[in-house]
């Protein structure tokens, strides 16, 4: 199968990235829960990918990241950590239900308000602008929410311009999903509070990998509470990060995996987005000559492509290239249900083919027959 759904999951892992994992599988104790060799030595690897993070994303020190099993729930250990009652959130109608859905409840709840910040323009075009996200500003907004990089079309918002608009008082949380391991991302760079990460996405980590890095002006509550290793006479949690946010045990070969991507983009990383530059680039330009197909994306590092059929459903388009042609993309809402509601195609949805830098021209080829097969039929 041609594998162009690299944005749900990544496809194929650097060799570096699957031994690691085999070795994990092979030999793992369990980090901070023991005192003999093995144990140690795990940790030791565990706290190797804290430091790795850390440095990869400019971040506040190695004790403020912490360990999740997807970048779904570092938003939720964020948002619920961080929001009290009381505060306003200004989100950006980019945003996956991840961020969405844990404000929607908190708003339901009477513990917080948000707005959301709306695109302007139409199709691919369209852009999300600082100014827009300061016009929402209340005295007491509390946090502002945008994405690293739309997992729906591959856009990448101006992160430092969004913040320099900002009060110094307002926290700044990126969801890194489709951005991390794309482009650079820093921290103290872009002046950003919370980062979270999905690591098996475009860090080459395999599922179960996750974390969430946050700056030394907050101090996240525990989200979930249990055994850390540390501490343990205590009924309460321990109050110091990374235990504080880190129950239960961890996903040791997902973090070594994380790790391997980590230490595998320190390298790559600049010749990886060129790759997907050009694949995006090419995709898109094959694709405007076919009628009936209209593109939402324009080239990016990301290796996102959307684009929608004139006639045709994009889960039926999505359907017929899987069974017919073998090839693997997503058709749908892609759960980003506002950032298709400001495209205009709520309805519908979009096709999104995304790619990794093993892909190749020939693939996008035998992809574009195959669309032109279905526009015939």
């Known amino acids: 199968m041609i594998y162009f759904d690299n944005a749900a999951t990544g496809g194929r892992k650097p060799d570096s990235v699957l031994t690691a994992v085999s070795s994990a599988i092979k030999v793992c104790a369990n980090p901070g829960r023991g005192g ?45 950590g961080v929001l009290k009652p009381g505060d306003h959130v200004i989100v950006s109608c980019m945003e996956h239900n991840s961020v969405l859905r844990p404000l929607e409840y908190l708003q339901k709840s009477g513990v917080i308000t948000y707005d959301v910040c709306w695109l302007k323009g139409e199709n691919a ?47 700044f949380l990126c969801d890194g999903a489709q951005g991390a391991g794309h482009f650079d991302v820093k921290m103290k760079g872009a002046s950003i509070d919370l980062l979270t990460i999905a690591g098996h996405k475009g860090m080459f980590g395999i599922q179960g990998s996750g974390a969430l890095l946050f700056s030394d002006r907050i101090d996240p509550r525990p989200f979930l509470f249990g055994g850390t290793g540390s501490m343990s006479i205590s009924l309460d949690m321990p109050d110091f990060y990374p235990d504080m ?18 230490r595998y983009l320190t390298v790559h990383q600049k010749e990886i987005g060129q790759k997907l530059y050009t694949l995006t680039k090419y995709l898109l330009q094959r694709l405007s000559a076919l009628p ?21 459903q994009s889960e039926i388009v999505a359907e017929r290239l899987s069974h017919t042609y073998g090839i693997a993309v997503r058709g749908g809402l892609h759960c980003a249900p506002l950032m298709h509601e400001a495209l205009g195609t709520l309805d519908g949805g979009l ?26 039929e």
């Not at 850390?54 to 948002?79: P, Q, S």
């Not at 946010?245 to 980590?262: D, N, Q, Y």
């Open 125 to 171: 075009t369209a852009e999300l602008h600082a100014e827009d996200i300061r016009s929402l500003l209340h005295p007491n907004t509390r946090l502002v929410a945008v994405t690293t990089a739309s997992n729906v079309t591959g856009m990448i918002p101006d992160l430092t311009a969004i913040r320099a608009i900002l009060p110094k008082n307002v926290l």
């Open 292 to 312: 009936n197909y209209a593109a939402y994306s324009h080239p990016n590092v990301c290796g996102i492509v959307a684009f929608k059929h004139t006639v045709l």
């Open 36 to 80: 003999h060799k093995l144990a140690l030595s795990c940790a030791t690897q565990v706290e190797n990918c804290r430091n790795a993070l850390d440095i990869f994303f400019d971040g506040y020190g190695f004790d403020r990241v912490i360990f999740t099993k997807n970048c779904t729930e570092a938003l939720n250990v964020a948002l619920f």
């Open 351 to 376: 096709v999104r083919a995304s790619f990794s830098h093993y892909n190749s021209e020939w693939e996008i080829d035998r992809f574009i027959t195959a669309l032109t097969e279905i526009n015939d």
């Open 245 to 262: 946010l880190e129950a239960g045990t961890l996903a040791f070969p997902a973090i070594l995996s994380l790790l391997e991507g980590t």
